[in-house]
């Protein structure tokens, strides 16, 4: 038996009584587009209009065999073996069951899983990308499959597919999201202009705005020149007092003048990263003073809405370490203006 002979196509006027097979979408561009008649909706006499108005000559009913689902039974098994901590999901709407996040957090999503995946016939997995922040009843991940009815030799597919991955890399390489954690951050801002109050302070208030939006708070803001002693031991206060993240603005470029790089190696902090294959943002520090995470800002901070401080940071305040593996990978895709 064929998928097609599961599927018996009738004459809308003729259905009054019968049993749709699948939802039903309506679009009206600028205005609408959604379900407006759900799987298993008994056809009335009042709905022929419906139907006629958005295109539905013929309809289809269905008469399902062994050893074949639904679109909409499969959407589901396909996303109840993708789904981990922090998130859930929706009922199915058109074919489609979203995975969504229950927390503001951090998107964990493997790449390399969902090519692979989606390299099964029929079967279609669109997600955000990996290290998305994403807030609470974001949707993360749509499964669905291409027909209304797929054989369950593709879900059996999907999930030694997945089963493999697990074996391979572990069940926290699938679909998570990761809870920011409340950090105590130390901010220096270096700069004789700023220090001696020639020019305002512009570093702090936007630094100050992305930790808050991530749920952590800097705790204090210490100003110093342009002299590696001082911002030496700046930062030592900070690792005094037990901070959880410190950062360093202004200075990062090569300008003699500017002593940043230069005062965090001298801390005796391990350097990842002097640089990064990502613009803007190209000349940020990424080190670590013992378990302490350290970030040298460069000027494209203040004006650049994204850039690559933006990428890092969302995963230090959840918890990762960065390693240099995670700078090197940012240069693809990472060109955002230059």
């Known amino acids: 038996m064929t998928k097609d002979d599961m599927l018996l196509e009738v004459r809308t006027e003729d259905a009054i009584g019968m049993v749709l097979a699948h939802d039903l979408t309506q679009i009206i561009p600028g205005k609408f587009k959604g379900r ?33 689902l639904h679109e909409n039974e499969a959407a589901i098994q396909m996303a109840n ?21 229950k927390i503001h957090g951090l998107a964990k999503v493997n790449g390399d899983l969902i090519n692979e995946l989606n390299q099964i016939d029929e079967i279609a997995v669109a997600t955000l990308k990996n290290n998305t922040v994403v807030k609470a009843n974001q949707p993360i991940v749509g499964t669905r499959v291409i027909p209304l ?14 089963e493999q991955y697990k074996l391979k890399y572990g069940s926290d390489s699938l679909i998570h999201v990761k809870p920011f954690r409340q950090m105590k951050v130390g901010l220096i801002t270096t700069g004789g202009e700023v220090f001696t109050g020639r020019i305002k302070d512009k570093f702090g208030p936007i630094v100050k705005q992305k930790i ?36 360093v603005t202004g200075g990062m470029s090569v300008d003699p003048d500017d002593r940043t790089p230069g005062a965090i190696k001298q801390t005796g902090a391990n350097v990842v990263s002097y640089g990064t294959p990502m613009l803007p943002g190209s000349m940020l520090m990424m080190a ?23 990428v890092l940071l969302p995963r230090i305040c959840a918890g990762e ?18």
């Open 36 to 68: 407006i008649f759900k799987k298993g909706h008994v056809i009335q006499k009042d709905d022929i209009p419906k139907l006629l108005d958005i295109g539905k000559e013929h309809i289809y009913i269905l008469n399902l065999k062994n050893g074949y």
């Open 81 to 101: 073996l993708l789904y981990g901590e922090n998130v859930e999901l929706n009922e199915p709407r058109e074919g489609k069951v979203n995975i969504k996040s």
């Open 149 to 162: 009815i797929v054989n369950k030799e593709k879900l059996e597919q999907f999930k030694k597919t997945i």
């Open 212 to 247: 808050a939006n991530l749920g952590s708070e800097v705790v204090e803001q210490r100003f110093s020149p342009d002299h590696a002693e001082s911002i030496i031991q700046h930062i030592q206060a900070f690792k005094d007092e037990d901070v959880d993240l410190i950062l």
């Open 288 to 310: 670590y003073l013992g378990d302490t995470p350290i970030m040298g800002l460069p000027g494209c901070v203040m004006h650049d809405p994204f850039t690559s401080f933006d």
């Open 321 to 338: 370490k960065i390693e240099k593996e995670d700078i090197t990978i940012m240069g693809y895709g990472g060109l955002y203006h230059c």
